[in-house]
Structure formats: structure tokens, C-alpha cells
């Protein structure tokens, strides 16, 4: 069997792994959702979640990537095919921890590019000057309307999207120690002193009443705490920022050296992930809103969505300042490097299913992948509903489901007392083996929750589709089917090497 890569330091597998989970959502979704909560009413469940349930689930992922890759398989198809002696049906199982990362690239390297395209439009000027206003409809509507024209798309979002592309493919292509850890060496510091620098700008803009938004995201306000709306969304956004049930987390890790203290590095990347979310992403958009609208208005700014806050919301507030197109830039930059170490890791799974199931070459795995993001995301471009679909299906339903089938196998099926065994091998962090228990009986609890009352508020999408939507889950499910084929027909590549 041909030799897989690994990292090549500890620092660039934590700072790799980190950026995989930090993303749009740590410093667009986050501030959205506390904002819409009440502050303390959303931090207290968002901080429990973490506990119960984002911690448990991410070191879950770490203990089977790396003992999976001591047997050469990287990603789901091959990891959940290992427990069960590679049987055609595990494997086929498998493939729905590969067809979730590969959706929702199609549609996040999309999103992505828009942040590289408005980078370049506030460099150059090509955003609307400011109005100066109070009233956040008027301050906005020459950014809503230059969004909606870019996204339509024009010429300069596709050629965004295709320089996007292409960045994406030349970093996959030159593996992962050369390509994807190096490029997180450079964009995870770069994230972090770009977003330090714009949280300092915010938190003191308007003499200092920028501070007033961070202060009402952390509030001690509990009035909301009884609501079970607000325990889902704080739970659900643990889920998403640490980028569980997706398999992305698990193929890092498959690169990971054979004693590797994966207790340590997933800590590590939670507590990276949760710096960039919890305070650079408090400190940014809500103070910036804060201290230019007022308090009455950050509470409707985020029911806008977070696509709003980022993109329409954010210029209006920075190009009012000194120094605005610089500020414009920085954000958009930060959002791009954000997103870019995310995009990277969605795509790693197939690359990985490619190279270790297929047996095929790097370069060809590289090329094969990119292709089907690049068919995917251009269908997103040109279907209006395209988006929210995968979105719906591969961002919601799939991860809820996956999640608990990873925490079934990995802890059920290979037995308390295996993990345990495997989460404590070459750790210094030695965990009490309630850990096990609590990530088996806990954490599926929480995620159960989140299906219920998430699915139940959704009920009407599942039931009633128009055209393109049914087009969007024709595609989904034609995906699935030809990687469930793939997956089940390299089976017999897979049981020429090592067993279990």
C-alpha cells in the first residue's frame, strides 16, 4: 500500500484543523444568533452545548480519524467500512459522510467567492459611497442593491467564483502538508490579527459605544433562558462552528502521525475556534451596528440574516469611517481566509475517498473533486433555490443523522472500552471514562433535539417543492448514488490491504 501523507508539525495540523471549523459562521451566524437572543439568554445554552455536546462530539471525530488512518482510509466510506469488516452496506453508509462535505462545498465556495469579489470591489472603490443616516434601511439600500446585482451574477461574481476555484485547486493539488497546511499557517494568524484589528475598530467606534454591543451580547440577561427555541439554536450552532457530523474533522485527522495526542488537538481547535467565535466575532459586526444604528436596531439587523450582516450591513458601517475602503477590505479579507481553510477542508474527504478507496493518483483524485464542486457550485449560481436546497438537506437533515451514526460506531459498535482505550492512547489529558458515556448518551440527546424541533418548524419544505427544488434534490440524490456505487465497487481494492 503506497505511503499517506501527514502533517508535517504540530502547529500546522492544530492551526489546519482550526480553520477548518472557523468560518462564515464564527464571525457572521454567531453574532447574528446572540444578538437575536438576548445575549446572555443565547450564551448560557451555547456555552452548556459546548460542553455536552461540542467537545464530546470533537474528539469522537479526532479518536476515529486517526485510528482509521493507521489502516489508510481518510474518509467515510473507508472509516465506517472498517468497524464492519468493509461490507458493502457499511460502506455504502459511509457515503452519506462523504456526500455532506461535497454539497455543501458546492454551495460555501460560492458564498466564499463573494468574499474575495467584495475584498477586491473595496480595494478598488468599486462599492457605493456612504449615506450618512440613522436609519439603517437608508444607510443600507446602496449596498442591498449592489449585492443583488453581483449576485445575479455579473461577470465580476464569476470571475470571483473561478479565481475561487482556482485557488481551491492549486492548494488541494499541492497535498496537504505543502498545500493545505501551509496556506493555514498563513491565513489562521492573518484571520486573527485582521479581526483584532476590526474588533478594536468597532468596540471604540462612536466614542467607545461600540463597547455597548459587546456588552449587550454578554450580558448576563436569562429572561430567554426557558425558551426551548433558543436551547436549539444555541446547541445547533455548537454543531455547525465546530463543523460536526460532516467527516471533514475525522479526515483531518486520518493524516495525523501514529501517536498523535488527538486530546490535545482537538481541545486545541475548539479553543482556537471558539476564540475567533467568541470574541473576535462578538466584537465586529454587533458593536459596529451598535455604535452607528443604535440598540433598537441591532435586534432587527439580525433577523436580516446573516448574508445581510455580512455583506450589506458591514460596508455601510465601514465605509462611513476613515479609512472605510481600507476597513471594507479587512473584512472581506478576513471572511475570505475564513472561509478558504474551510472550503479547503470540505473538499479533503473526497480528495481522500479518491486517493485511498479509488486508488487513484493525487493529481487525478485533485481533479476529479474539483470538477464536481466546480458543476455544483456553477448550478448554485444559475438555479435561484439551488442553494437553500443543499443547504437544507446537507446542511441540516444529513448532519443531524450522520452525527448519530458516527457516535453509534464509533462508540457502540467498536465498544466503550476500545474508544476509551483509543482516547486515552498517547495523551498526557487523561479523561475519566465517563467521557465515553456522556458523548454516547448525551451528546445524541442534544442532537435529537435539534432534529426535532429544527425538522418539526420545517415540515412544510419537505412536503412541497417547486421545479428547481425538486432539480436540487434530483441532484442530491443522483450524488449519493454514484458515490454509494464508487464506494461499494472499490471494496474490493479496500480488503487487498491491511484488515481490521
Known amino acids: 500500500m503506497r505511503r499517506r501523507e501527514t502533517w508535517g508539525t504540530n502547529?500546522?495540523?492544530?492551526?489546519?484543523?482550526?480553520?477548518?471549523?472557523?468560518?462564515?459562521?464564527?464571525?457572521?451566524?454567531?453574532?447574528?444568533?446572540?444578538?437575536?437572543?438576548?445575549?446572555?439568554?443565547?450564551?448560557?445554552?451555547?456555552?452548556?452545548?459546548?460542553?455536552?455536546?461540542?467537545?464530546?462530539?470533537?474528539?469522537?471525530?479526532?479518536?476515529?480519524?486517526?485510528?482509521?488512518?493507521?489502516?489508510?482510509?481518510?474518509?467515510?466510506?473507508?472509516?465506517?467500512?472498517?468497524?464492519?469488516?468493509?461490507?458493502?452496506?457499511?460502506?455504502?453508509?459511509?457515503?452519506?459522510?462523504?456526500?455532506?462535505?461535497?454539497?455543501?462545498?458546492?454551495?460555501?465556495?460560492?458564498?466564499?467567492?463573494?468574499?474575495?469579489?467584495?475584498?477586491?470591489?473595496?480595494?478598488?472603490?468599486?462599492?457605493?459611497?456612504?449615506?450618512?443616516?440613522?436609519?439603517?434601511?437608508?444607510?443600507?439600500?446602496?449596498?442591498?442593491?449592489?449585492?443583488?446585482?453581483?449576485?445575479?451574477?455579473?461577470?465580476?461574481?464569476?470571475?470571483?467564483?473561478?479565481?475561487?476555484?482556482?485557488?481551491?485547486?492549486?492548494?488541494?493539488?499541492?497535498?496537504?502538508?505543502?498545500?493545505?497546511?501551509?496556506?493555514?499557517?498563513?491565513?489562521?494568524?492573518?484571520?486573527?490579527?485582521?479581526?483584532?484589528?476590526?474588533?478594536?475598530?468597532?468596540?471604540?467606534?462612536?466614542?467607545?459605544?461600540?463597547?455597548?454591543?459587546?456588552?449587550?451580547?454578554?450580558?448576563?440577561?436569562?429572561?430567554?433562558?426557558?425558551?426551548?427555541?433558543?436551547?436549539?439554536?444555541?446547541?445547533?450552532?455548537?454543531?455547525?462552528?465546530?463543523?460536526?457530523?460532516?467527516?471533514?474533522?475525522?479526515?483531518?485527522?486520518?493524516?495525523?502521525?501514529?501517536?498523535e495526542d488527538v486530546v490535545k488537538a482537538g481541545l486545541a481547535t475548539a479553543s482556537i475556534n471558539e476564540f475567533v467565535e467568541v470574541v473576535i466575532g462578538a466584537s465586529i459586526a454587533i458593536p459596529a451596528a451598535f455604535a452607528m444604528f443604535g440598540a433598537l436596531a441591532v435586534p432587527e439587523l439580525a433577523k436580516e440574516g446573516t448574508f445581510r450582516l455580512g455583506f450589506m450591513t458591514m460596508p455601510a458601517i465601514l465605509m462611513s469611517l476613515p479609512l472605510g475602503t481600507l476597513l471594507a477590505f479587512l473584512w472581506f479579507l478576513l471572511l475570505f481566509f475564513a472561509a478558504l481553510t474551510s472550503s479547503l477542508a470540505l473538499i479533503q474527504p473526497l480528495v481522500s475517498f479518491f486517493e485511498d478507496e479509488m486508488r487513484f493518483s493525487h493529481t487525478k483524485a485533485v481533479t476529479l473533486s474539483m470538477l464536481l464542486v466546480i458543476g455544483g457550485a456553477h448550478l448554485c449560481v444559475f438555479i435561484p433555490t439551488f442553494l437553500d436546497e443543499l443547504d437544507f438537506w446537507a446542511g441540516a437533515v444529513f448532519l443531524l443523522i450522520f452525527a448519530l451514526i458516527e457516535i453509534f460506531v464509533f462508540i457502540w459498535v467498536f465498544g466503550p472500552d476500545r474508544f476509551y482505550a483509543e482516547l486515552t492512547r498517547d495523551t498526557s489529558i487523561k479523561l475519566p471514562k465517563a467521557f465515553v458515556y456522556l458523548t454516547g448518551v448525551i451528546s445524541p440527546i442534544f442532537i435529537l433535539s435539534i432534529g426535532y424541533f429544527w425538522l418539526s418548524s420545517q415540515a412544510q419544505s419537505l412536503l412541497s417543492a417547486t421545479a428547481e427544488q425538486w432539480i436540487a434534490r434530483l441532484f442530491i440524490l443522483a450524488l449519493l448514488v454514484v458515490l454509494v456505487i464508487l464506494s461499494v465497487l472499490s471494496r474490493k481494492k479496500v480488503l487487498e490491504g491491511p484488515k481490521l
Not at 449596498?143 to 473561478?162: D, H
Not at 496537504?176 to 497546511?181: A, N, S, T, W
Request: charge should be positive.
Open 11 to 259: 502547529l500546522g495540523l492544530i492551526l489546519a484543523a482550526a480553520g477548518n471549523a472557523v468560518g462564515l459562521g464564527n464571525l457572521l451566524r454567531f453574532p447574528s444568533k446572540a444578538a437575536l437572543y438576548g445575549g446572555g439568554s443565547f450564551m448560557v445554552p451555547y456555552f452548556i452545548a459546548l460542553i455536552l455536546l461540542g467537545i464530546p462530539v470533537m474528539l469522537l471525530e479526532w479518536v476515529a480519524g486517526r485510528y482509521a488512518g493507521r489502516f489508510g482510509h481518510g474518509s467515510m466510506p473507508g472509516i465506517i467500512g472498517l468497524f464492519f469488516n468493509q461490507a458493502a452496506w457499511a460502506r455504502a453508509l459511509g457515503s452519506l459522510g462523504l456526500v455532506i462535505p461535497t454539497l455543501i462545498v458546492m454551495y460555501y465556495i460560492w458564498i466564499e467567492s463573494w468574499t474575495l469579489g467584495f475584498a477586491f470591489a473595496s480595494l478598488f472603490g468599486m462599492l457605493p459611497d456612504p449615506v450618512s443616516s440613522a436609519d439603517y434601511r437608508t444607510a443600507m439600500a446602496p449596498y442591498v442593491e449592489f449585492f443583488r446585482s453581483y449576485t445575479a451574477p455579473s461577470n465580476f461574481a464569476l470571475i470571483s467564483l473561478w479565481v475561487t476555484l482556482l485557488i481551491n485547486w492549486y492548494i488541494l493539488q499541492r497535498g496537504v502538508m505543502r498545500g493545505i497546511e501551509v496556506t493555514a499557517k498563513i491565513c489562521m494568524p492573518a484571520l486573527i490579527l485582521m479581526g483584532l484589528v476590526l474588533g478594536v475598530v468597532s468596540i471604540t467606534s462612536g466614542n467607545f459605544a461600540g463597547l455597548e454591543g459587546l456588552k449587550f451580547i454578554y450580558s448576563l440577561n436569562l429572561s430567554g433562558i426557558s425558551d426551548p427555541k433558543v436551547w436549539i439554536e444555541a446547541s445547533g450552532q455548537i454543531f455547525f462552528t465546530l463543523s460536526l457530523g460532516m467527516g471533514a474533522i475525522a479526515t483531518y485527522a486520518s493524516y495525523v502521525k501514529p501517536r
